[in-house]
């Protein structure tokens, strides 16, 4: 498979944090929300590690991009959309 466009990537980002919380939400659910939905759920500290790392091969494979650009925008996709951490 090719380049992913930009809401291609942020469904699939999105679907695998819920996935990987063990929420049954998807991207389908939220993309119509205004408020701040990503606080109602919540993660933890080695849920959001392990989406980090798996969107960091998600977003280097399908971007095309260096593994330091890919951590960096999986950062920035994390401090704007990642659930919440809770105490494990």
């Given at each position: 498979m090719g380049r992913l466009d930009k809401l291609q990537i942020t469904k699939a980002l999105i679907n695998e944090m819920f996935k990987i919380a063990g929420h049954d939400v998807t991207y389908e659910d939220i993309v119509t929300r205004k408020d701040?939905?990503?606080k109602e759920w919540s993660m933890t500290e080695e849920q959001n590690k392990q989406w980090r790392e798996w969107g960091a091969k998600f977003?280097?494979?399908y971007?095309?991009?260096l593994p330091q650009q890919a951590e960096s925008e999986m950062a920035m996709f994390d401090l704007?959309?990642?659930l919440t951490i809770k105490e494990d």
């Open positions: 701040e939905w990503y977003i280097k494979h971007l095309n991009v704007n959309y990642g």
